[in-house]
């Protein structure tokens, strides 16, 4: 049995009261009691509750109770290095950091928590979103049993390309069924809890995959549950990644077309040139950047491509901290501009402007003023008459006929469980590419016996995703005021600015979370504990500014996913397995990128600047891509140049699985163009 007396003197200690409430009057104790008896039960039974008994035998024969404070603070202070005078059933140091951990998840994580105020957060909307007229349309979404037997096209995940192809295909004149295995959730539904979304996901998630989503293995280990780390989850939901997503909206620059071109291929590596350039996808940046809404400064960066237009809405409104940046780096000689984003700046499309609220990366957007195709083009294709939409529904197979020939796509009823095979003309699969790779990898037939699209066995591999380097760094002065998404200021002068190295690019965070500022921004001396620990958050909240980007990654065939045969899914499909490293070379690029950052933050008057480490493992688990590249050669690629599957005329990829490579920027412009692009080709063959 728990004592929870103990537990409220504990967490008193860990987080004491000041001008602020104790954890223990702030609720935390009854917040932890409610999680032992839900998802932390194996937690609490192995680890903290016989920890807790330990530590009332190491207090004494009076209790911890009967302890003076600085005489429990000395004692939690042992107890969390480790050093004890007796013998404890669990390791203590374990014990004291995981109590630590939960105290604070719940202390500056649970919503309206007094610590918000102690820090100067607020979730709160800082203006209205200045749309005057009626609400925006809602996306009308079927069950799979009020789908037909035969569509010209099925598209496969409704997400940035798979919503695009959509759309695209709709407004072509083309019948056409888009199926997603998430459902069409409302803001309220995806919900505002800091401690389950897709930025912190340690409790789990606010959107599918939920746990019942099954294992995944990387490399070798098994892991259960779509949040822990390795697992490399993606919302399930129609609008995919885009209804929660930051919404960077980076063009490619010209020479990340050519990359072997202009490298070399280094040793080990798959590094090879895309089988189009830059001018080729120009229009339908373009396109993407107009039908969906991009606001920016299309001539701020000097390290750009040409560009046809500039972008149809002007920039977020400027703040503290890239002003501080912006007069460093002009200094330092480098150019900088905002970043662009898929956010409106201003009413558009009959949505509202950005409310500058507290929460963006991981939540739905208040005034609907994130986009992407659930609300942009699909209601626009969905008033054809040629669009329907299924929710919750899976796709299990890419069915084939006895010649090998692809006739359609099997689903299984996610909420149901009931089986339909759909036919159609043209199959698009728009998954992510974990999960496409997957589906062509399990729709395997006798003429294709290792699957679509597989017989040269490069479905799956050249995995890549983004391993996001940085540096941290402290000021005298607040630099962070508040509004979201924070995000204001990048640059892209150090992509391809210095010999053999990719680069990426810099820009500061968006609005972060409290429970990630105590996660990730605290410098690695902190304290993290006691009157001090809560000193510091409250000191440094507004005070720290993170500058960091994704590395151009060099992708390797043996990055990839495969198939876990003897473990199945709910609905008896293999699990993917992904497994690799990173190419050694990536080293380069992320050391200079993070050097980048510390001479920024150093010329803009940090007080202090550090850095953290970097992953070495395969990164898919952020913008995941490559796993079914497209070329012109079938023996080294999946696809041709339009997304169509080599040996398979109505067989079409339409996600980031097709990349060759995947930039030093985020890569959903590049989704979304290519899907414009590519959607426009099949509708003309088809």
């Known amino acids: ?6 537990v409220t003197a504990v967490i008193d200690r860990l987080i004491p009261a000041d001008d602020f409430p104790s954890a223990g009057q702030a609720g935390v104790a009854a ?5 032992a008896a839900a998802d932390q039960r194996t937690t609490w039974r192995d680890l903290l509750t016989p920890g807790f008994a330990a530590l009332a035998r190491e207090a004494g024969p009076h209790g911890f109770a009967a302890l003076a404070e600085d005489e429990q603070d000395t004692l939690l202070a042992a107890v969390g290095a480790g ?12 014990f004291h950091a995981t109590l630590l951990r939960l105290t604070c998840e719940h202390y500056y994580g649970t919503r309206g928590t007094a610590s918000w105020a102690m820090l100067g957060y607020s979730p709160a909307l800082r203006r209205d979103s200045a749309l005057r007229g009626p609400s925006p349309e809602l996306l009308l979404v079927r069950r799979l049993a009020d789908a037909a037997e035969t569509y010209d096209a099925v598209v496969v995940g409704v997400g940035a390309g798979g919503g695009v192809a959509a759309a695209v295909l709709a407004q072509s004149g083309l019948q056409v069924l888009a199926a997603d295995r998430g459902d069409y959730l409302s803001y309220e539904q995806i919900g505002t809890d800091h401690l389950r979304n897709f930025r912190l996901s340690t409790h789990g998630h606010n959107l599918p995959p939920y746990a019942d989503a099954g294992p995944r293995f990387l490399n070798d280990t098994r892991i259960e549950h779509p949040w822990q780390p ?3 989850a993606l919302p399930h939901t129609i609008g995919g990644g885009t209804r929660v997503y930051q919404g960077m909206a980076w063009r490619l620059l010209p020479d990340d077309f050519r990359l072997a071109t202009k490298y070399g291929v280094p040793d080990g590596s798959s590094l090879a040139d895309w089988p189009i350039a830059y001018a080729d996808l120009e229009p339908f940046y373009t396109e993407a950047e107009w039908a969906l809404g991009v606001c920016g400064d299309a001539g701020s960066h000097r390290n750009r491509g040409p560009r046809s237009r500039p972008y149809p809405m002007g920039p977020l409104p400027d703040n503290t901290e890239a002003q501080v940046l912006r007069r460093a780096a002009a200094r330092l000689g480098w150019s900088t501009g905002p970043v662009p984003m898929l956010i409106n700046s201003v009413p558009r499309g009959g949505r509202g402007r950005c409310g500058q609220c507290g929460e963006c990366v991981g939540f739905a957007c208040p005034t609907d003023a994130k986009n992407g195709p659930f609300n942009t083009v699909l209601p626009v294709a969905q008033r054809t008459g040629n669009l329907t939409l299924v929710g919750a529904a899976r796709a299990t197979e890419v069915t084939t006929d006895r010649s090998g020939a692809v006739t359609g796509v099997a689903f299984a009823d996610e909420r149901t469980g009931e089986r339909r095979t759909l036919r159609a003309g043209h199959v698009v699969v728009a998954c992510s590419a974990v999960e496409t790779a997957r589906l062509l990898l399990a729709s395997r037939c006798d003429a294709h016996p290792g699957g679509l699209g597989n017989g040269a066995d490069q479905v799956g591999r050249h995995l890549q995703g983004h391993v996001y380097v940085g540096a941290y760094g402290t000021f005298a002065d607040p630099v962070i005021d508040g509004p979201g998404p924070n995000v204001r200021i990048a640059t892209c002068d150090h992509l391809h600015a210095v010999s053999g190295l990719l680069g990426g690019v810099l820009a500061n965070e968006v609005v972060k979370l409290p429970i990630l500022h105590w996660n990730w921004a605290l410098p690695p001396d902190a304290p993290r504990a006691g009157l001090a620990g809560k ?5 440094l909240y507004r005070r720290t500014s993170h500058l960091f980007g994704p590395i151009q990654e060099i992708p390797q065939a043996g990055n990839r996913v495969t198939l876990a045969e003897a473990v199945r899914d709910r609905h008896g499909v293999p699990v993917p397995r992904i497994g690799g490293t990173l190419h050694p070379d990536n080293r380069g690029s992320a050391d200079l990128l993070i050097a980048r950052a510390r001479q920024w933050l150093t010329e803009a008057g940090a007080e202090r600047v550090w850095s953290t480490g970097y992953r070495t ?9 490559g796993t079914c590249r497209m ?8 696809t041709d140049p339009w997304g169509r599957v080599h040996g398979h005329p109505n067989l079409w990829i339409m996600d ?8 030093g920027f985020n890569p959903v412009l590049t989704v979304l163009a290519l899907a414009f692009r590519n959607a426009r080709h099949l509708a003309q063959v088809a």
Do not use: I, K
């Open 617 to 625: 493992t395969v990164s898919a688990g952020q913008h995941q891509a």
């Open 656 to 663: 980031a699985s097709v990349h060759v490579t995947n930039g």
């Open 1 to 6: 049995m728990t004592d929870w007396a103990l």
């Open 230 to 232: 390795g697992w490399s």
């Open 535 to 539: 000193q510091a958050m409250a000191r």
């Open 31 to 35: 917040q932890l009691a409610a999680q």
């Open 631 to 638: 070329g012109s050669d079938p023996a080294v690629s999946v």
């Open 83 to 94: 050093r004890t005078t007796t013998a404890w059933p669990v390791d203590p140091a374990t």
